[in-house]
């Protein structure tokens, strides 16, 4: 008769699961934070798998164990924005609100990194129906569904219209800072700009 103690030394160990099935999240971050970096520095049309593996510290093998090809990696990051979002501002006001969610989004699109990339990855999606798809559900989901709350909390407090047009006012919200951030990539804001835009898109808004 065996005792329990025999029986666990006899009985075969469980192995570890090892491989593919095993995927350490502090290495995914770094290939992540990775891409970003090798974004800024070469643009996507010269990013490497390799490249990315040696920014991050580890093997290819990693990276493709992640994502299929360089493509699919740089659509998981550029959807994984979306996911992140804009913190919705709750002021008390419509143009309080305006004016933290322009200071935030200002300051994430003037980052050098992000600076380097948004234009580079705009090029692509020109000639890329699966980046130009990624990069307006980033854009769509990230910047606009922060400012349909701002724009359903403003029509709880009777600020505007319940008729209000949503997709111009989408437009009048997003539109001015992204022209300057991005299209013409202006090297700095006038000082009281942030100001002035959200108290001319407030009013602009009470106008629809």
């Given at each position: 008769m065996t005792t329990n103690a025999e029986e666990s030394q006899t009985r075969p160990r469980r192995r570890a699961p090892a491989g593919a099935a095993v995927l350490r999240e502090d290495v995914t971050e770094a290939i992540r934070a990775a891409v970003f970096e090798e974004l800024a520095a070469v643009g996507y049309a010269r990013m490497s798998i390799e490249g990315i593996a040696r920014?991050?510290?580890?093997?290819?093998?990693?990276?493709?164990?992640?994502?299929?090809?360089k493509l699919h990696l740089v659509l998981d990051v550029v959807s994984a924005l979306a996911v992140m979002g804009?913190?919705?501002?709750?002021?008390?006001?419509l143009e309080g609100d305006l004016r933290l969610l322009y200071e935030v989004t200002s300051r994430a699109l003037r980052h050098p990194v992000a600076s380097q990339i948004i234009p580079d990855l705009q090029a692509e999606a020109a000639r890329n129906p699966d980046i130009a798809e990624a990069m307006q559900k980033t854009l769509r989901e990230g910047q606009e569904g922060v400012a349909s709350k701002i724009i359903e909390s403003a029509q709880r407090r009777g600020e505007l219209a319940a008729s209000l047009d949503d997709d111009l006012a989408m437009d009048l919200i997003s539109g001015p800072l992204y022209w300057r951030s991005v299209v013409i990539r202006s090297p700095k804001l006038p000082k009281g700009y942030l100001a002035a835009l959200a108290r001319g898109t407030t009013e602009a808004l009470k106008a629809l």
């Open positions: 920014r991050a510290g580890v093997g290819k093998t990693a990276v493709y164990r992640r994502w299929r090809s804009l913190p919705v501002p709750d002021t008390g006001s």
